[in-house]
């Protein structure tokens, strides 16, 4: 079993509708959460952390955290082409582990 | 204030050979991880040093070895390279390593091994 696993996708959606993006992890010590944005091409970007169980919103990004379930999800609401990457989920405990990530592709 | 900074950006070797990539961190973080990336096995923890010291060390062979000076910068080293090193390298500082930072990261080096 993988320390971080997501929905392998790719995932596309048409402009202006949500975008779910899932991700488990194994380790039960995990305190902090992060999801991160890569265009292709480009390191990865920072988009939001999450570290207690709920949802936390920054602007059209929800991250939503259940340690007991050990999953965090991103949703993406009124998904733009520009939203258009592959989606990382990281997961820290002693140290951070990423997901293979997740592609995402909004459609105009 | 200046980003995560990686030079070079590309670098060509051949099998057998050794590299040196560099990372110079945010001003004030003083945790600099390194992170291996193909397109099989995804973003791959290689180490991480915070006060010139080795704090964690991901599942790569001995080959991989780095160090970090006291102005935080860091280097990586990989020895007797192998095709399958062919990767995208990536550096990542933080404040200071603990786990609810976040790590950012830098334009990374793209390593090709003829």
């Known amino acids: 079993q993988k320390e971080v696993e997501q929905n392998s996708g790719p995932l596309s959606v048409p402009e202006g509708a949500i975008a779910s993006l899932n991700c488990t992890y194994s380790d039960r010590g995990s305190q902090s959460f992060f999801w991160y944005r890569q265009y292709s091409g480009k390191s990865p970007e920072l988009i939001m952390s999450i570290y207690s169980n709920g949802d936390k919103e920054d602007g059209r990004f929800t991250a939503q955290l259940n340690k007991a379930s050990q999953y965090v999800s991103l949703l993406i609401r009124d998904s733009q082409p520009s939203d258009s990457a592959t989606y990382l989920c990281a997961v820290s405990n002693n140290d951070m582990r990423f997901g293979a990530g997740t592609r995402l592709t909004v459609k105009p | 204030k200046a980003g995560v900074t990686q030079t070079p950006r590309y670098l060509i070797k051949t099998r057998g050979q050794q590299v040196t990539l560099s990372c110079s961190p945010i001003s004030g973080h003083r945790s600099v991880s390194w992170y291996q990336q193909t397109p099989g096995q995804g973003l791959q923890f290689l180490f991480e040093y915070f006060s010139e010291t080795q704090r964690n060390k991901g599942n790569f062979p001995g080959r991989f070895s780095g160090r970090q000076f006291s102005n935080s910068r860091s280097e990586m080293n990989v020895s007797t390279l192998e095709l399958g090193d062919s990767a995208l390298y990536l550096c990542?500082?933080?404040?200071?390593?603990?786990?609810?930072?976040?790590?950012?990261f830098g334009d990374g080096t793209r390593l090709s091994i003829l």
């Open positions: 990542a500082s933080s404040h200071d390593g603990q786990p609810n930072q976040p790590q950012h």
